[in-house]
Every structure is written in structure tokens, then in C-alpha cells.
């Protein structure tokens, strides 16, 4: 059995969540199994949930209400959080994925919704076999030590500073 990697995208750049979802694209042509939690964003019409439906080994669960900076109740924000937190618990101990994908899972332990050592404790006593992403902002360094594979998305430019509205099939 091959051992399973944990992989990190971070950074202010684009393009961290889309990497995660072109991995799990390759892990499904290999016939992986594969399970994409998202935190933080709230269920809607995003063009990768759309396309998630086409594929037969990918569960895909939205487990938020909105970006924080932009939250009416953070309490609100944390028990969404933490139930999410419960999911991808439940998903990486059933040890029937090959691919889990936590995206925007920085921001739980960033704004403390929930624990870092208990997401540390999580990810090291995963099943052999699982490889896990997570994605997000400003990763803290506790994840990152105990990662094989980290990458940081810089951002060059961005199409919103110059005030070029976030754009259908290639922001969401
Ligand atoms: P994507 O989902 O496109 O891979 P991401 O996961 O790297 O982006 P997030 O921080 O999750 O980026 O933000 C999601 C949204 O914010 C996307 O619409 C993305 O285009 C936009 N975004 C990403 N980086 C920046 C940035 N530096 N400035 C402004 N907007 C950004
Ligand atoms: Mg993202």
C-alpha cells in the first residue's frame, strides 16, 4: 500500500483551492475515491460543484456560511465550523477515501473555530493510505511541519484590484 502525502496550498495568490480540485480530477481518472469538504464558503451555484456531480467516486460537501470578513455572526460562522470540522473527521477516520480535499481550512484555526493541535492530531493519525489537501490563507506553521508537500500561491497580480468583478468559470 502506498502511503498517502499531506499536501498544503497557501498563500494570497490564486489559485489555491482550483489546485486542489485539478488533483482530485487526476486522483479520479486513477479511479480514487475522493471527498472535497469546503469550509467557509456557503452552499451555491460554483462551477466545481456543478461539475462534481458528473463524477461517480467524489462526495463534495459545503460546510459554510460565507467568508468571515464579511460575517453578520461569527458565533453563527463557529458552530458551522465546527460541524464541518465533525464531517471531515468522520470522512479521514472512515478510511474509505484516497483523496480528501479540506478547502479554506486555514481560516477554521485562524479564527479559532477550532483547535490547531486538534486538527494536528487528526491529520497524523489518518489512514495510511490518505492523501489529504488543505488549502487557505496564511497556513499556520504547525501544519506546515507536518507536511510533505507545501506550496505557496504569490500573488503577482490580481484582476480585482483593478476592479474586474470576480468572473464566471474562472472564479467560481
Ligand atoms: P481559486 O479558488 O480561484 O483557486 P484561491 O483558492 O487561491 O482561488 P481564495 O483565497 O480561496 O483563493 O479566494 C477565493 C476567491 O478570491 C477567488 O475568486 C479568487 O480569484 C479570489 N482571489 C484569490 N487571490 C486573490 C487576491 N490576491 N486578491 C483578490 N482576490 C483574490
Ligand atoms: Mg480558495
Given amino acids: 500500500m502506498e502511503k498517502g502525502l499531506i499536501l498544503i496550498n497557501t498563500g494570497d495568490g490564486k489559485g489555491k483551492s482550483t489546485a486542489a480540485f485539478g488533483t482530485a480530477f487526476r486522483a479520479l481518472g486513477h479511479g480514487h475515491k475522493v471527498c472535497v469538504i469546503q469550509f467557509i464558503k456557503s452552499p451555491s451555484e460554483y462551477g466545481e460543484v456543478i461539475s462534481a456531480e458528473k463524477f461517480q467516486n467524489l462526495e463534495w460537501y459545503t460546510e459554510g456560511r460565507g467568508f468571515t470578513w464579511s460575517s453578520d455572526d461569527l458565533e453563527k460562522d463557529k458552530a458551522v465550523a465546527q460541524k464541518g470540522f465533525e464531517l471531515a ?3 479521514i477516520n ?4 484516497d483523496l480528501i480535499v ?4 486555514t481560516y477554521l484555526t485562524n479564527y479559532n473555530f477550532i483547535e490547531i493541535n486538534e486538527l494536528i492530531e487528526v491529520l497524523k493519525n489518518k489512514p495510511e493510505r490518505l492523501s489529504i489537501i488543505l488549502t487557505g490563507r496564511n497556513a499556520d506553521p504547525k501544519l506546515i511541519e507536518i507536511a510533505d508537500t507545501v506550496t505557496e500561491m504569490k500573488k503577482i497580480k490580481h484582476c480585482f484590484d483593478d476592479g474586474i468583478k470576480a468572473k464566471k468559470g474562472i472564479e467560481f
Fill in 89 to 91: 473527521k468522520e470522512k
Fill in 102 to 105: 479540506l478547502d479554506e481550512v
Fill in 94 to 97: 472512515s478510511d474509505k477515501y
